[in-house]
């Protein structure tokens, strides 16, 4: 019973996280916290006749609850991509950028478009409020989403305006995880104004 009731306090660390976006010096405090808590626990057993009681309809310390809770938040950071200004994904959902960009792999035509892969070389941002993503050099890979009828190859250098965005990620099926294995953490959908800067003829 201890073990299940520590099972679940992990995993609810994770969907808090998950859901919250709380950062690792929230999770760091209620460890603390916990581990505060295991040590005062005999303390206010003997003071608070509450506590005695909530104790009583609970086979594990609270506070060791509170730390196995806070371990399962930290775990849910320590698995997502760390991003840097200088990644394409740091972009994401961040609004419209003006992005160079090579095309990294042959394209993959489909009935009514074209799924390219294309690796980041520099973004510029269009808004007034995002000046620092100006002529910046960045790296990352993003899947992008053509018309059917375009024709660019592999080592072709791109100009476009675009919104990056995260891929979905869903209960039956995770897109994001699915590009993660090749190493992309960015999708891009019908980019507008797109021009053929340069050819990359070692690619």
Sequence with gaps: MPLLW?????????????????????????????????????RVSRSTSWWKKLRSGIP???????TVMALGGIRHLSGQPVTTERALAHYNDRGTYTITAKVSAPPDFRENAVY?????????????SDLRANDRKINGKARVRFPAYVDY???DVLLF???????????QFSYKDY??????????????????VDHDRAS
């Design 153 to 155: 190859q592999v080592g």
């Design 179 to 196: 590009l993660a294995r090749q190493h992309i953490s960015t999708v891009i959908y019908y980019p507008r104004r797109v021009s053929v």
């Design 116 to 128: 390219i892969e294309v690796s980041a070389i520099e973004i510029d941002s269009t808004s007034e």
């Design 60 to 66: 594990v310390f609270p506070g060791l609850l509170l």
């Design 6 to 42: 520590l099972s679940i306090a992990f995993i609810v660390g994770i969907v808090i996280s998950e859901f919250t976006g709380f950062s690792v010096f929230f999770w760091i405090v209620i460890l603390f916290m916990g581990i505060l808590l295991i040590l005062i626990e005999g």
């Design 161 to 171: 305006t675009a919104d990056p965005i995260t891929p979905s990620d869903d209960e």
